[in-house]
């Protein structure tokens, strides 16, 4: 039996976990790091008083910020079992390969990201109640936005990163 973790490379193998820890933090963070900007920044509140909102209404009917995290996170974890799965299974000795994926996954999760700021924001800056809808819906873009981004991530790589002469 072949031991797959002699096979791979120390960088490799970090650079997984680190884009594992990354979408999964990342993911569930993003939507309450805007939502403090936004009334810090844009309404003016202060600092204290906009986190002992924010606290307040984490769990509270009616606002359940704690949800919003949730549903933004979910498509934050699939990508984390890709980078897991894809980019941890890449052999070493095939470094063009694990490069074009590594490339492919951080212009998904760069993709990701930035589609789930702009939904928060626009959500948030004009307070409205229907405005709310947007986030049951976030989840299935950020969904179909995956593998575009991963496809243009690839693109990129596989027009930019030199070939490896064998």
Same mark, same amino acid.
């Given at each position: 039996?072949?031991?797959?973790?002699?096979?791979?490379?120390p960088r490799l193998?970090?650079?997984?976990?680190?884009?594992?820890?990354?979408?999964?933090?990342?993911?569930?963070?993003l939507p309450w790091?805007?939502?403090?900007?936004?009334?810090?920044?844009?309404?003016?509140?202060?600092?204290?008083?906009?986190?002992?909102?924010?606290?307040?209404?984490?769990?509270?009917?009616?606002?359940?910020?704690?949800?919003?995290?949730?549903?933004?996170?979910?498509?934050?974890? *699939? &990508?984390? #079992?890709? !980078? +897991?799965?894809?980019?941890?299974?890449?052999?070493?000795?095939? $470094?063009?390969?694990?490069?074009? %994926?590594?490339?492919?996954?951080?212009?998904?999760?760069?993709?990701?990201?930035?589609?789930?700021?702009?939904?928060?924001?626009?959500?948030?800056?004009?307070?409205?109640?229907?405005?709310a809808l947007a986030?049951?819906?976030?989840? *299935? &873009?950020? #969904?179909? !936005? +995956?593998?575009?981004?991963?496809?243009?991530?690839?693109?990129? $790589?596989?027009?930019?990163?030199? %070939?490896?002469?064998?």
């Open positions: 039996m072949i031991d797959i973790a002699q096979q791979q490379s193998r970090m650079m997984a976990r680190l884009g594992v820890w990354i979408s999964l933090l990342g993911g569930l963070l790091i805007i939502m403090l900007t936004v009334d810090i920044l844009v309404r003016a509140v202060p600092y204290p008083r906009a986190w002992r909102s924010f606290t307040l209404h984490l769990f509270a009917p009616g606002y359940n910020l704690f949800l919003v995290g949730i549903l933004t996170a979910l498509p934050f974890v *699939i &990508l984390a #079992l890709l !980078i +897991l799965f894809h980019l941890g299974a890449a052999a070493a000795h095939n $470094a063009l390969l694990a490069y074009r %994926r590594a490339l492919g996954l951080l212009s998904a999760g760069v993709s990701m990201g930035l589609i789930a700021g702009w939904v928060h924001v626009e959500v948030l800056i004009p307070p409205d109640a229907q405005g986030y049951f819906y976030l989840p *299935i &873009l950020l #969904l179909i !936005i +995956l593998p575009f981004g991963y496809g243009l991530g690839r693109a990129l $790589a596989k027009a930019f990163l030199p %070939r490896l002469s064998s």
